[in-house]
């Protein structure tokens, strides 16, 4: 199997271009990617059109594999990510009052918000304030001053790294001593670069974790340690499991026909990946585990798996 390379760091709109040019251009039988939940809704009615199976590595939104039947993704979802953060700062954190704090700009924020917010009222907790900011804001003191304002014990931040770590430090900065919790968003090794000190002490689940024990895992982390001199994060490992199902379901299918390749993806059961076992469900969903990760003396550190 070939793999076709699309660099596509882009403008609104350009996932879609890129899908088409995968398609229509180097006839490829299936497509990997986008990893944001919004670039995915952009690219992947392109592919449902032309009926070639999408698989997301990371993009968490429901919205995504309801846009149609070649629509498929390796990692949970927001309602499952919502639940299991809200859950575990209830419970296990006894955290009563949170703040939101959301990029009313990103789908993948505001549905992930929702979750939380549902979970952890429900459980009987507070939300306290809710405040937004717009993508590539840099700048959160006018919002964390009126959160200060609420007296909360939680910040939850649905949002990606880059803000996780400036808003930590801001956080700091005014005095705020609230748990800053994430979601799968926060996974990056550029965010305790950012982020520094300020970050002890926050919480995030993602979909991998690189203290797995499971013997795939580990012969994964230990050969992209020796290519790459580092550790692999969440997004590395699912963008390599969403790879090999693909080339499972081809093997089992018998041919890079698309409805019997689509076919095959909707039958993947108990899939042996690095990130834990995938089920595809019927809506075309990965049933597998989240991961708790804590930042503790300055180190990203594994707390806890918890099961759909």
Do not use: W
């Amino acid at each position: 199997m070939e793999l076709v390379v699309e660099d596509n760091r882009s403008l609104p709109g350009e996932s879609a271009t890129a899908a088409k040019k995968l398609i229509s251009r180097d006839h490829v039988v299936a497509l990997i990617g986008e990893c944001s939940s919004a670039r995915t809704l952009e690219a992947a009615p392109v592919a449902q059109a032309a009926g070639v199976p999408l698989v997301t590595p990371a993009s968490t939104s429901p919205k995504v594999t309801l846009i149609g039947d070649a629509i498929f993704r390796v990692c949970f979802i927001d309602p499952f990510q919502g639940e299991v953060i809200a859950a575990f700062a209830r419970r296990r954190l006894g955290l009563k009052r949170a703040a939101l704090l959301i990029d009313s700009t990103a789908p993948y924020s505001v549905g992930l918000a929702d979750y939380f917010e549902k979970t952890f009222t429900g459980l009987g907790g507070q939300v306290v304030s809710s405040q937004k900011y717009a993508g590539a804001d840099t700048d959160f003191r006018a919002q964390l001053t009126a959160i200060r304002a609420a007296q909360p014990d939680a910040i939850f931040l649905p949002g990606y790294y880059v803000a996780a770590g400036l808003v930590a430090r801001q956080a700091k900065e005014l005095g705020l001593t609230a748990t800053l919790l994430g979601g799968d968003g926060f996974e990056a090794p550029q965010l305790l670069e950012i982020g520094g000190a300020a970050l002890e002490g926050a919480y995030y689940s993602t979909h991998f974790t690189t203290e797995n024990t499971d013997q795939a895992s580990r012969n994964f982390v230990e050969a992209f340690r020796q290519r790459h001199g580092s550790v692999p994060n969440g997004l590395s490992a699912l963008t390599y499991d969403a790879v090999k199902l693909v080339a499972d379901a081809i093997v089992r299918a018998g041919t890079t026909e698309r409805v019997a390749l689509r076919r095959a993806l909707a039958a993947t059961k108990d899939f042996p990946g690095v990130t834990g076992r995938t089920t595809i469900n019927a809506q075309r969903d990965a049933d597998k585990d989240a991961a708790i990760i804590t930042v503790k003396n300055g180190r990203l550190k594994f707390v806890e798996l918890i099961r759909p």
